[in-house]
């Protein structure tokens, strides 16, 4: 474009703007200015014509809501028509070609507007339908998923029961065995023993007394067995003195099978909790250092229990191998049983159950329980740390 025309096309402009702004009563001297510049230039009345439109429709009218466009478009016709009065002297039908080319103007920049509108519209409408659709289908990946998620989870119960079925009729067949193979044998020892005394006392009473003693002596170890058995099956100083004596005497005995230390710190608050949730604490302690004598090949074992703001944490750190905690958790078989059974037994009290592992750091297990107070609770002890190395 010509330096002249790129010149007339921004006073136009800027000329017909400010027309707009002020409304019906501006004055029309500018556009009559401007119709003479365009004359001088060379400008035809269809070249005006095509200026105007262009300015009109790509500059000026999209800066303004479509409910006022049209009054626009009527007084924007009144300075085009001002603007081509000095070329309507040089034509004999300018007036007439003016008065066409206004209403050919007027219409065309009326359908340019409402098709400009309705593209927005449908454009807005197409992007609304897209964020639906994919709305829609973020939602069905997010049910799809919730839905596999609980089949898996049904699953892991599935397995989970059959593995504490198993496990329960191993642990029958174990007591079953040691009934028979240990107690029965000693029973029956003990039955030989007072026969044999009944004899004796009735012949002879020397070695009487040193018979009665050995008699006694395995009625002592019968005895011990019966409390062996009843402490593995669930130990009496738990509901006697508490969680942490409880935890001291299990893992003084730990120690002695295994040589693994362990070391706990613990607040005598956690005795403030309930029966069930201490329990909890327990058997999760019990079931974590026996997967720590059965694979960890660890050396030491630290337990702390800590009160938290709204709950109870209890960590298990040891410093043996570690191994793949997503890997064990979906293990086929009885490896597992041993993490899943800590997890629901802490879930069922409303509690949360983590564990890490890496290389060169251990393992670590935590179990958050829900510090709640109950009535029949113990509260006597004062709430103070206590520190225990086995």
């Given at each position: 474009?010509?330096?002249?025309?790129?010149?007339?096309?921004?006073?136009?402009?800027?000329a017909l703007r400010r027309h707009l702004k002020q409304g019906k009563h501006a004055s029309l001297e500018t556009a009559r200015g401007l119709g003479s510049q365009a004359l001088a230039t060379g400008l035809q009345t269809l070249d005006l014509a095509k200026l105007h439109e262009q300015t009109l429709v790509a500059k000026l009218l999209p800066g303004y809501p479509p409910g006022k466009r049209a009054e626009l478009i009527k007084q924007a016709g009144v300075f085009f028509a001002a603007a081509i009065i000095p070329i309507e002297k040089t034509q004999r039908d300018a007036r007439d070609e003016a008065g066409q080319l206004k209403g050919?103007?007027?219409?065309?920049?009326?359908?340019?507007?409402e098709l400009a509108a309705s593209n927005l519209e449908l454009s807005l409408e197409i992007t609304q339908r897209k964020a639906v659709e994919a709305a829609l289908k973020k939602s069905e990946r997010h049910y799809s998923e919730l839905l596999e998620q609980s089949d898996r989870l049904q699953e892991q119960l599935r397995r989970l029961s059959r593995q504490i079925l198993s496990t329960q009729e191993d642990e029958r067949k174990k007591i079953s065995r040691e009934l028979h193979d240990v107690i029965a044998q000693t029973l029956t020892g003990i039955n030989i023993r007072l026969a044999t005394l009944k004899k004796e006392a009735a012949l002879n009473t020397k070695g009487l007394d040193r018979n009665i003693a050995l008699t006694q002596q395995l009625v002592e170890k019968s005895v011990n067995i019966v409390h062996q058995f009843a402490r593995e099956l669930r130990p009496a100083v738990l509901d006697d003195l508490g969680l942490i004596p409880a935890l001291h005497a299990f893992m003084k005995n730990f120690t002695t099978q295994t040589g693994v230390r362990v070391h706990l710190t613990a607040f005598a608050g956690v005795?403030?909790?309930?029966?069930?949730?201490?329990?909890?604490l327990f058997r999760v302690a019990q079931e974590a250092l026996t997967n720590v004598a059965r694979h960890a090949k660890a050396s030491q074992v630290e337990v702390t229990i800590q009160k938290l703001q709204k709950s109870v944490c209890m960590k298990i750190k040891d410093d043996g191998k570690s191994f793949s905690v997503e890997r064990a958790l979906h293990a086929k078989g009885g490896k597992r049983l041993g993490l899943l059974g800590?997890?629901?037994?802490?879930e069922m009290v409303g509690g949360k159950f983590s564990v890490e592992s890496a290389p060169g750091?251990?393992?670590?297990?935590?179990?958050?329980?829900?510090?709640?107070?109950?009535?029949?609770?113990?509260?006597s002890r004062k709430n103070s740390p206590k520190t225990k190395k086995l």
């Open positions: 474009m010509k330096p002249e025309l790129i010149n007339l096309s921004e006073r136009y402009q800027a050919f103007i007027e219409t065309l920049s009326r359908r340019t507007v005795e403030k909790i309930d029966t069930v949730s201490r329990t909890v800590m997890r629901e037994r802490l750091a251990g393992t670590t297990i935590q179990a958050l329980i829900p510090s709640v107070n109950r009535p029949h609770a113990k509260s």
